[in-house]
């Protein structure tokens, strides 16, 4: 069981439509992150929220707008999407952002997003 | 930005035999962290190593630091088919919030 939870599991969307990924965590953490992944592919950073903040943004295309309403939610809004943003999006937590502390990163299931 | 090499990229082995997979870069690695993803699920965590020459063991799994930290290992003694998946190292980088993954290297056991 994942701590970290991500709806949809499954998105099919059509290029002119707009959707919203969605992420919850209720561990406590104040950094949350999105992923993208394509298959046999490491994750590839998008964007990096620390304590409701954007703080890292991977120049990543505007058809692609995260969201942190609160420490425990993050959304990823999709809007225009072209076919090669096909992929496995995940959304992961950690206690911060401190080098100090052992920050591993829970991840959650995953979006598999498949845009036609 | 920070390049961590990963290899094998793929290993195949019969249930029974070891495997390791190994990670190296040609700058000082910061921390070293080791994620498990199976075919159809997400990276998991499973260790962090932080120490130069530092040595981890989850029961058949051993992880390994560099003395110079500049590389890293994992291996598993005896597969078994709940070993499939595919393994990743990572390190943590000097930017916060950023890990450098290596390409992975996917495993499977022939039963």
């Known amino acids: 069981d994942t701590e970290v939870t991500q709806t949809p599991k499954h998105l099919v969307m059509g290029m002119t439509n707009k959707k919203s990924l969605k992420c919850e965590q209720h561990?406590?953490?104040?950094?949350m992150y999105w992923y993208k992944q394509k298959a046999k592919k490491p994750p590839e950073l998008m964007f990096v929220y620390s304590y409701e903040k954007l703080s890292i943004n991977e120049s990543v295309p505007s058809r692609f707008s995260p969201e942190c309403p609160n420490s425990s939610l993050l959304n990823l809004h999709l809007h225009a999407l072209q076919p090669e943003d096909s992929a496995l999006y995940l959304c992961?937590?950690?206690?911060?952002?401190?080098?100090?502390?052992?920050?591993?990163?829970?991840f959650g299931d995953g979006t598999r997003l498949s845009i036609l | 930005g920070q390049q961590v090499m990963q290899i094998p990229q793929y290993q195949h082995v019969q249930e029974g035999e070891d495997f390791t997979t190994y990670c190296n870069s040609s700058t000082t690695l910061s921390n070293i962290q080791w994620y498990k993803q199976r075919p159809g699920g997400h990276p998991v965590f499973l260790i962090q190593?932080?120490?130069?020459?530092e040595v981890k063991k989850q029961k058949r799994l051993t992880f390994q630091f560099g003395e110079a930290k500049k590389n890293s290992s994992l291996h598993i003694t005896a597969t078994q088919t709940t070993d499939v998946g595919t393994y990743f190292c990572a390190d943590r980088g000097s930017t916060l919030g950023r890990l450098y993954f290596g390409r992975g290297t996917q495993l499977t056991v022939w039963p």
């Open positions: 561990m406590g953490h104040r950094a």
């Open positions: 992961a937590s950690s206690q911060g952002l401190g080098q100090g502390a052992r920050q591993p990163q829970h």
């Open positions: 190593l932080v120490k130069s020459g």
